[in-house]
């Protein structure tokens, strides 16, 4: 209650107003982000590809759209580099993820989504079946294991996540992105 108080009289201070929310919205967010870290927690984004179910880091994925149009056809370039979408302005390379895999093409429908990477200086947005949102994991629930795949992605697999009879297969797009196979992309 004191803090309604507080906050009704700076009504008539609005930078001190928002100053004072930013302040208390930070307070929060340091407090959350320090609870989920004492408690060993793991987020990642969950998407299906050929129909099996893998998980990116959260920190790894900058967003998730829907699948860009039009895509601009870059000539000379891998078949699996669908295009070029302008993307608020930004020129995104979209990747078919399955396609660079070896595993034949990714079917579009309306689940498709585009993942685009959080790398400082490989931009790209690869194309999945579809994306399920965020998971959670105890670290506990980690394994080292790498499972084998149908879209042969074993060499990019950090690991997973048991839980139940489930395993979640931990995708590195970091490594997927630096790789020389990624980064050639000409034909």
Known sequence: MQESVALKSLRDRPFELLAELERRGRAVTASSAAESTEAGEWVGVALRMAGELYLVAREEAREVL??????????????WILGLA????????????????????????RNTRVIVVNHRDIPAGLLVD??????R????EFTSDRP??????????????????EQW?????RSLVEDPAFTGASA
């Open 148 to 165: 084998p795949t149908i879209v042969h992605c074993e060499r990019y697999i950090a690991g997973s996540f048991r839980r139940g009879h």
């Open 130 to 135: 579809e994306v399920l949102g965020f998971r």
């Open 86 to 109: 302008n993307v608020r302005g930004q020129l995104l390379p979209i990747i078919d993820l399955r396609a660079f895999l070896g595993s034949g093409v990714t079917p579009q429908s």
């Open 169 to 173: 297969p931990v995708l590195g797009l």
């Open 66 to 79: 829907g699948v860009p149009a039009p895509l601009t056809r870059v000539p000379g370039a891998k078949s």
């Open 137 to 140: 994991f105890s670290d506990s």
